[in-house]
């Protein structure tokens, strides 16, 4: 989908309007992904997570030494870690390190689970076609009927807040509600461009850069976290912005972009503030008269999930065409599930492209689950999977009255819940996960490095029903990753020594579309281990010979599960 639309969008361009668009060329579009940085530690955020939604580490307490230091951590007693700390008597709780694995549960009762590990990520994109200077997408566009400028160049770091981030924002200084609940994402979007695509995105009235500078002046207070009482005109413009991209909690109002089905919630916005200095003359640092320099703090839940949908359906919107991938114009060729950390996304906004770096932490993407041998899911030799499948990423449906979700594509289905540990593990249940195809473009390539040493398979014969990751109730064989398929069959190439995958496109996964009638069963450019067994087993001489993959196929596709 993804891969024929960067392929044809500049044909079709040429060939409507009769020219080419400037700074536009398909051809030398780039797109580069490396993940790496498997199972690594996680923040105190992730401990706030923990108490108040039940993200636990498995086999420890915490998460960090923060959580214990801030008292947010508890023992799996339920007394604050910090006061098991030494002189106090122990038992001392255990803080999370590599390999690290998260248990996470994914509906309100508390009875459906994933077991996921956290990565890092780099995605590199140069020339992307479907964001530019009129219409950068991820950016307001407040006055569409001024031209755009000759350049936007722009830096959008975020996280999810916690103490040591908290102290750095009231250094700002500005106020704000606090730490929330893990999920608060704070971010600091700074833009420079020039004076007339100020006048497209921001609004600007002026004709010449003395007169920018008096129009910021009156139409941004300067003052952050200000109340929404004493916004000025352009904060409550963009607060708007925000609202109608990523919706509200009312029925009435679903974003281009809507998040309900995706995050669990609206975007909840706490703090915007903008404030912006325009050059004035060509002295002040060498820019040009009329650069203008904007700043924007921003804290809200779900502003990672927005981002996330924006950069697959790009200019196309999600709340029209959620239930149709083809129509999606974006640059990122799946939605994960994108609580972005520590995330940074900067680059340069052309005329008829963009070019980024974007990179960050992705913690749920990579999952732990499992697969049948001869009898279905029975807890009897059923076998542990480290698993990484595109996919979409609305995993409720109608929550709140916001009608529009991807999971409308598979009306009625149901699918295993295969997480070892899980309460309703084996279970048919609704269907909460949406595979896609992700299909890579001439220019597009993926770069995975895992692990090389050992990671926790948990095993879902032998983990208890409801295990307690804290109480370490999770059964794990630590043994090495090894390849048991990907889906295509042969998909990329995987270097079991150095235990990375690589895959260059142009690539064709074979996967449906995704358009109504076209939807994909399973996730097309996956990848799928199992443990690597001890060498000179008898197990070990049958996966040397390759029929270890084949022999797990036939069984599973009798059972009907992949």
């Known amino acids: 989908m993804r891969a024929r639309y960067m392929a044809t969008l500049l044909a079709s361009t040429t060939l409507l309007l009769g020219l080419a668009l400037p700074g536009v060329d398909s051809e030398a579009a780039t797109l580069d992904w490396v993940f790496y940085d498997f199972f690594m530690p996680l923040g105190e955020y992730f ?4 108490t108040r939604y039940g993200e636990t580490p498995i086999g420890a307490d915490c998460f960090s030494q923060d959580g214990i230091d801030n008292r947010i951590c508890r023992h799996n007693n339920g007394t604050y870690c910090i006061d098991l700390e030494p002189p106090n008597p122990g038992p001392p709780c255990t803080i999370a390190t590599y390999p690290v694995t998260i248990s996470s549960y994914t509906n309100e009762n508390n009875n459906r689970r994933t077991v996921s590990a956290p990565f890092k990520f780099t995605a590199t994109g140069n020339d992307i076609l479907g964001y530019n200077l009129t219409e950068p997408v991820f950016l307001p566009v407040l006055n569409s009927s001024e031209p755009a400028g000759t350049y936007l160049d722009f830096t959008w770091k975020a996280d999810f807040v916690d103490t040591a981030l908290l102290s750095d924002i009231n250094a700002i200084p500005c106020s704000n509600p606090g730490y929330g609940d893990g999920y608060y994402m704070w971010s600091e979007i ?3 461009m020039d ?11 002026a004709a010449n850069a003395a007169a920018a500078q008096t129009w910021w002046n009156s139409n941004a207070n300067s003052t952050c976290g200000q109340s929404a009482g004493t916004r000025k005109q352009v904060e409550k413009d963009v607060w708007e912005w925000f609202f109608d991209m990523g919706g509200k909690e009312s029925s009435t109002k679903i974003g281009k972009y809507d998040i309900m089905n995706a995050y669990g919630w609206m975007l909840d916005q706490v703090v915007l503030d903008i404030n912006a200095t325009v050059d004035i003359d060509t002295s002040h640092n ?3 008269v009329g650069t203008t320099h904007v700043t924007i703090y921003h804290e809200a839940w779900g502003t990672s999930n927005l981002l996330d949908h924006m950069f697959y359906w790009g200019t196309t919107s999600y709340k029209d065409h959620h239930l149709d991938s083809t129509m999606a114009m ?3 060729g799946m939605e994960p599930f994108a609580w972005y950390d520590d995330m940074t996304w900067s680059g340069t906004l052309n005329a008829g492209n963009i070019d980024f770096v974007l990179s960050g932490v992705m913690s749920y993407d990579f999952e732990n689950i499992s697969l049948p041998a001869d009898n279905g899911y029975d807890r009897v030799d059923d076998f542990s999977v480290w698993a990484l ?3 979409l990423s609305d995993n409720m449906n109608d929550y709140y ?3 529009e979700s991807e999971l409308d594509r598979y009306p009625g289905v149901t699918d295993f819940e295969t997480t070892p540990g899980s309460p309703l593990y084996g279970q048919t249940r609704s269907r909460v996960f949406i595979p896609t195809s992700w299909d890579l473009f001439d220019g597009e390539t993926l770069t995975f490095q895992f692990p090389t040493g050992n990671v926790p398979f948990y095993d879902p014969n032998l983990t208890p029903l409801g295990a307690d990751g804290q109480k370490g109730e999770f059964v794990a064989n630590n043994a090495q990753l090894s390849l048991y398929r990907t889906h295509p069959a042969n998909y990329g190439n995987w270097n079991q020594a150095a235990k990375t995958w690589t895959i260059t496109g142009p690539t064709t996964t074979g996967g449906s579309v995704g358009s109504p009638g076209n939807y994909p069963d399973e996730s097309w450019g996956a990848i799928y281990f199992v443990a690597l067994p001890e060498p000179g087993s008898t197990i070990a001489l049958v996966a040397g010979s390759g029929m270890l993959a084949m022999m797990h196929r036939r069984r599973s596709r009798r059972s009907g599960t992949i």
């Open 47 to 50: 401990d706030r997570r923990s």
């Open 195 to 205: 004076l007339q695509q100020s006048r497209r995105i921001f609004g600007v009235v």
């Open 389 to 391: 499948r595109p996919h």
């Open 401 to 403: 009255g916001h009608l």
């Open 286 to 288: 060498g820019h040009p």
């Open 190 to 192: 700074t833009l420079e």
């Open 330 to 332: 974006g640059w990122q």
